[in-house]
């Protein structure tokens, strides 16, 4: 029998909806430079450029909104209108600025969790941007412990689970990303729960850990304290 001491839960697509959000930035994006080029060149180049930032700027709508910034300007070899900068800054700064409702059974699940766990919120990103949403979600109180990381690997779990509870064979880590909540937390030797939303970054997306004994896929985070409950015996 496994004792589990400590939930970790991701934010972003777990706790409330992100990625719907940069979908309709990267829509609007695509429309400002449509005089410049096919809409799925111009999709494309934006990827290529987020992908390629990411170590230098991190994840968040900041880091998001210089990349459309700088592809911008590839795709219009420099000129593009001042028009269209003032616009794309005015995505960027709704996406910092609009309100953060959770999602359904999340304060349900996170209530009966926190109950009988540590819950510690595991997440990336901009740190003042997410510190916002959690603010504005208020769920902060259900969690002992708030994590802002650059990366999501095994060494970051093992060293968020040492300092929040009892090791990460103890713990419990839950999300929508396989990439980063997953298939990192169980290297790490915690429990892992895919918590599934219908729409997954491309840079998230990873092979499910078919058959692995500390792995399971949800029907929703309505489901997580059950199986939490059921691991714990």
Known sequence: MTTITTVG???????WHCESKFRLSHARFVDLL???????????????VEKRNLRVYGYGAKGFTLSMIETALEVTDGAVDTRVIREILAVGREMLTEPIEPLPG?????AALSERYRLVLVTKGDLLHQEQKLASSGLGDYFVAVEIVSEK?????????????????????????????????????????????????????????????????????????????????
């Not at 839960?9 to 706790?15: G, R």
């Not at 729960?193 to 692995?212: D, M, T």
């Open 106 to 110: 999340v304060e349900t699940a996170l």
């Open 34 to 48: 449509s005089d410049h080029g096919e809409a799925e060149k111009i999709e494309a180049q934006l990827v290529a």
């Open 9 to 15: 839960v991701d934010a972003d697509d777990t706790l």
């Open 153 to 233: 690997d095994a060494d970051t779990y093992r060293r968020v689970f040492d300092r929040h509870g009892t090791g990460a064979g103890q713990a419990v880590m839950a999300g929508n990303s396989m990439r980063s909540d997953i298939l990192p937390a169980l290297e790490a030797g915690c429990w892992g729960a895919l918590i599934p939303y219908p729409l997954v970054w491309a840079h998230e997306a990873a092979e499910a850990p078919v058959g692995h004994a500390r792995y399971a896929e949800l029907g929703g985070i309505s489901e997580l304290p059950a199986w939490v409950e059921g691991i714990s015996g």
